[in-house]
């Protein structure tokens, strides 16, 4: 059983830099082929979809967000990070790290409040 928990600061100052950590249980973030995403949901609003990592270590960004994104790994954690910039009150969400394989995210966090405010 795959299992996905995210870290990190529950509150980020405007500006200042937003990050949050998934750690993977039951399975390797290296595995063929996999990808591995962060995904967020602002108060009221629907799913939106940040970036990815995938097995081979390659990156993929919102194009709304690539600016500002930066998704990196740990093999020897078995984490995924996520770095968002330049924090606006606008990026106030709940953040969930989630594995997709064949188009389809089948596992996910629980998911993790991020207020930014000052």
């Known amino acids: 059983q795959v299992q996905l928990q995210e870290s990190g600061p529950g509150l980020v100052k405007p500006s200042q830099t937003l990050s949050l950590t998934c750690t993977v249980s039951?399975?390797?973030?290296?595995?063929?082929?996999?990808?591995w995403n962060w995904i967020r949901q602002p108060p009221g609003k629907g799913l939106e979809w940040m970036g990815a990592?995938?097995?081979?270590?390659?990156?993929y960004y919102s194009p709304s967000l690539k600016s500002r994104t930066s998704i990196s790994r740990d093999t020897s954690k078995n984490q995924f990070t996520l770095q968002l910039i330049s924090v606006t009150p606008e990026d106030t969400a709940v953040y969930y790290c989630?594995?997709?394989?064949?188009?389809?995210?089948?596992?996910w966090g629980q998911g993790t409040l991020v207020t930014v405010s000052s």
């Open positions: 990592i995938a097995y081979s270590g390659s990156t």
């Open positions: 039951g399975g390797s973030i290296t595995t063929n082929y996999y990808y």
């Open positions: 989630a594995r997709a394989a064949g188009g389809s995210h089948d596992y």
